[in-house]
């Protein structure tokens, strides 16, 4: 009995000895835990200053870079590189400062007294001379962290500091930032307050089942559930751990099948561990790394067992995110792996301080403009888009004139403000294209890429400087300012960035030279030619006021009875120095000024207040065309500036006809159609000018009320030699007739054309042939007498005409001779072109072509004539039997037969008298006697 009683007791006083080490050991890992996750949270503060001091550093060199590349002077980058880093902050108040290793500080952006003094003596309130062992650690270590005490806002007393310095040796500096300690204690604390009263809970629950286990132990053997009970507290501990670690945690095994996350894991990619268990990790995969790069990380894992780099993951939702990943290899105690457990941090936040350091690297803080930096990148990208496409590109450099009259006046803050305004002025004035830089003080530079002619430089250099001649408003203070420009062209000017940099410098100092506010281009020719236009356009600004503009009139005639039908008016600018000017030279320059508007309106006044005149004097009642641009056609009151004009001069409204482009009526057919009625409404009539050079819909053209079409210049020239121009002309007359729209032929100069016209039942013509444009008083005297068009190669009636072609005149005899007794009416040519004149003068039945001639050959002459003249039958006269020509010729239809030199005189007879047998055929098959 005592014995057991002893023996209880002693088993008792056992457990209670258990039970305190129990409890002595569970407070020991507690407080374990703690210094440990306090030492982890110290470690990843000290990662984040790490980093972020290694972005400030990142600065230096960006600045330092641009120093060894000649672009910024030492000084410059130095105090770049300090007002960038001044004004980096993170965690609301956390800095960075930079002394250098003498020691003597450079900048300190909360102590600025401190800056240039000499702070080999500064001490701590231990006596630490910390800035000494911040050179200390950069010169043994060249970076590393170093403790001390300093000053803390809020705090009486200086409080402890960790900080980690690196050496930026180019430049002989320091760079640093720290953290306090208390403020890592105050996170940790705040993280695990909620943990340490776990840990209470469970040594209490702890306490309470040891002694149960100790009154139970002697009656059963279930007491060892305690220490069961006491292991799952472990493992529920390690599992809470694990559970709210900040860093997202993720296990697979050796197949690389998740086999579990944590709660980090899924606040960072989305995906809970109910959805992701049993997938692998390339569910995470972004897309944005190839198959290379996970090889090499394999690689790498099973070489080294472990593997940490950024890495790009897509979240759930879809968002890809940048994050910091450490792979780990878990083995057993056989070596063979068990498990592989990837840690991971989410990034983004880091990468967006990244990009803002990026921004400020690249722009220039006050106004936001791109700096000379970037302004180079574009550059080179620019020149060698210009390079592979042959393009053109301008470079601008541009002063504000006396701008340091207005910071000695007005103050640096006005001067700021006013450097603001401009660049966003300059903004607007250019395309979205292009970039406008400042590279310090007052100049600005702009790129202008894609141009088609260099004079885009010099419109844009007039609009900068109207656009800063306005009045600044600066804080109740009115300004004004005026700017100089130098522009470079590529490639004329240079093909290289200093070379067009340089020369558009020189420009500008010849601007200030000049006067200041104007604008010159680097070379003379292109100055010259500037300041010829903008002469121009002031010179045009004054022509209407002045009374230089002034019409001449080109007759239209009808075809059929040779009278004068109509004219049009022609603008002319009589300048008093440079004497009579085509509206070629001027017209455009009046469009892009808007010029246009009033100098159109002058001319439909006065060419209306002219014909008014001379019917009121008896004149033939004809018609007047006014041409009017894109611009004036495109105003919303046409209608009513037409309709003030008829009524104020009380001219008829169908003697005015109002002729449009091609172009113009179909830039935007719709609204066309729309202004066009209401133009009929007013009775005038409407002639579309130069039909088939634009891009008519034929949709859109039976719903304009159109009166006329002209048929463009270009078609007329060789239209009777030309098979091509021919047809398409004869085309647009069959257009016009099936839609009743009469056909007016521009630019008619012989009499060819015009018989040629006439035969295709062309309605009018318009040309030299006729008539010049000539002044108003030549035009009046034309209707005053009466002048009609006369043919100066009326129609031969003869039935058969025969035309010989031969460049030898012997040739052309001896057949003359051979045919002359058969009654033939004989035409001869000794060149192609004069043979395709007498066809369209002459309606020749056949026609007798040698094959080899100088100017084209006989095969080509007779394809021209086929298409032309298509009832005209066609004879080849050769000495030469190629048999592949004559075959080739024969098929095509291009020649009806071939003569074969020396000739017999009666076969020649014979195939003449079949040719025309043929061509009598051809006419009565086309009026339907066959």
């Not at 120093?67 to 002077?73: N, S, V």
């Not at 005209?872 to 050769?878: D, E, F, P, S």
Request: glycine fraction near 6%; charged fraction near 25%.
């Amino acid at each position: 009995m005592n014995q057991e009683w002893g023996s209880n007791f002693n088993l008792r006083s056992r457990l209670l000895a258990i039970v305190a080490v129990a409890f002595g050991a569970m407070a020991l890992i507690a407080v374990l835990a703690l210094v440990d996750k306090r030492a982890s949270l110290m470690e990843d503060r000290q990662v984040k200053t790490r980093h972020l001091v290694e972005s400030a550093y990142g600065v230096l060199v960006r600045f330092h870079s641009l120093q060894q590349d000649g672009e910024l002077t030492e000084n410059q980058a130095k105090r770049a590189a300090i007002e960038t880093i001044r004004n980096m902050r993170y965690d609301d108040n956390e800095y960075f400062w930079i002394n250098d290793l003498q020691p003597r500080m450079v900048m300190h952006p909360m102590m600025p007294q401190l800056d240039g003094k000499d702070l080999s003596d500064f001490k701590d309130p231990n006596g630490k001379r910390l800035f000494v062992a911040f050179v200390a650690t950069v010169r043994n270590n060249g970076a590393g962290f170093v403790d001390y005490l300093w000053p803390k806002p809020g705090f009486t007393q200086p409080v402890p500091k960790t900080s980690y310095v690196k050496g930026f040796l180019p430049w002989g500096w320091v760079i640093g930032s720290g953290i306090y300690l208390d403020d890592v204690n105050r996170i940790f604390w705040d993280r695990m307050r909620w943990q340490a009263g776990i840990v209470f809970v469970s040594i209490t629950l702890l306490g309470v089942m040891m002694l149960l286990l100790a009154r139970r132990v002697e009656r059963e053997i279930h007491h060892y559930a305690t220490q069961l009970a006491k292991s799952n507290a472990e493992l529920r501990l390690s599992a809470a751990v694990f559970e709210h670690t900040v860093e997202g945690v993720m296990i697979t095994d050796p197949d690389g099948r998740i086999v579990a996350v944590n709660r980090a894991f899924t606040e960072i990619t989305g995906y809970g561990e109910d959805e992701i268990a049993g997938l692998t990790g390339a569910t995470l995969k972004s897309e944005r790394h190839d198959e290379q790069f996970y090889a090499s990380m394999w690689s790498v894992i099973r070489e080294t067992g472990r593997w940490q780099g950024e890495l790009w993951n897509r979240r759930k939702n879809g968002d890809i995110y940048p994050e910091w990943l450490n792979i780990s290899v878990v083995k057993d105690e056989r070596g063979r792996i068990t498990h592989y457990v990837g840690v991971f941090s989410d990034i983004s936040s880091m990468k967006e301080s990244e990009s803002k350091l990026d921004h400020l690297a690249h722009h220039d803080p006050l106004t936001g403009l791109p700096n000379r930096l970037l302004l180079n990148a574009r550059m080179e990208h620019s020149l060698a888009r210009a390079q592979r496409g042959n393009a053109m590109l301008a470079v601008m450099f541009l002063d504000l004139d006396h701008f340091k009259d207005i910071n000695d006046t007005l103050g640096h803050p006005i001067g700021d403000l006013l450097l603001q305004e401009t660049a966003q002025r300059l903004r607007d004035c250019v395309r979205e294209q292009d970039t406008v830089t400042r590279l310090g003080g007052d100049e600005f530079t702009i790129l202008l890429e894609d141009l088609d002619d260099s004079r885009f430089a010099s419109t844009v250099a007039q609009k900068i400087i109207a656009a800063l001649a306005e009045k600044f408003m600066l804080q109740g203070h009115e300004v004004f300012v005026t700017c100089s420009v130098g522009i470079s062209i590529f490639p004329s000017d240079g093909g290289d960035i200093t070379t067009l940099f340089k020369n558009a410098d020189s420009a500008l100092y010849r601007a200030k030279e000049q006067g200041r506010n104007n604008y010159q281009y680097y070379t003379e020719e292109l100055t010259t030619r500037a300041m010829e236009r903008l002469a121009m356009e002031n010179s045009l600004r004054h022509a209407l006021e002045r009374n230089e503009l002034v019409l001449h009139y080109q007759p239209q005639v009808d075809l059929h009875n040779g009278s004068i039908i109509g004219m049009e008016a022609l603008l002319r600018w009589q300048h008093p120095e440079i004497g009579l000017i085509s509206p070629n030279a001027f017209i455009p320059l009046a469009e892009e000024t808007g010029l246009i508007i009033p100098i159109g309106e002058w001319v439909l006044r006065t060419a209306c207040v002219q014909l008014k005149a001379w019917i009121d004097e008896g004149l033939p009642k004809i018609r007047v065309g006014v041409n009017l641009s894109s611009r004036q056609f495109n105003q919303n009151n046409l209608d009513e500036v037409v309709a003030s004009a008829l009524r104020d001069t009380g001219l008829p409204p169908s003697c005015l006809e109002l002729e449009l482009t091609e172009r113009t009526i179909m830039h935007d057919a719709e609204n066309t159609v729309t202004i066009l009625n209401k133009l009929r409404a007013l009775g005038v009539q409407i002639s579309i000018d130069d039909f088939g050079t634009g891009y008519s819909s034929l949709s859109y053209l039976k719903r304009f009320p159109i009166d006329r079409i002209k048929i463009d210049q270009s078609f007329v020239r060789e239209i009777t030699s030309n098979p091509e121009d021919a047809a398409i002309s004869q085309a647009i007359i069959s257009l016009s007739h099936s839609l009743n729209i009469k056909t007016v032929a521009e630019g008619v100069e012989t009499a060819e054309q015009q018989e040629f016209l006439r035969s295709r039942l062309c309605d009018e013509i318009q040309g030299f042939h006729f008539s010049h444009p000539v002044p108003q008083q030549d035009m009046c005297q034309l209707l005053k007498d009466g002048v009609k068009l006369e043919s100066k190669h009326a129609f031969i009636q003869e039935e058969r005409v025969l035309l010989l072609v031969d460049d030898e005149e012997g040739v052309l005899n001896a057949i003359a001779r051979v045919l002359h007794a058969d009654g033939y009416r004989i035409l001869r040519a000794t060149r192609p072109r004069a043979a395709l004149d007498l066809l369209a003068t002459h309606p020749v039945g056949v026609i007798i072509s040698d094959q080899r001639m100088p100017e084209m050959n006989g095969i080509e002459l007779l394809r021209k004539v086929r298409k032309l003249h298509p009832d005209t039958v066609r004879i080849m006269l050769t000495a030469h039997a190629d048999q592949q020509m004559i075959a080739a010729a024969i098929n095509e239809g291009a020649v009806f037969k071939f003569i074969f030199k020396p000739w017999g005189d009666e076969q020649l007879r014979i195939d003449v008298r079949q040719a025309f047998r043929k061509h009598d055929l051809n006419l009565r098959t086309q009026i339907g006697k066959v």
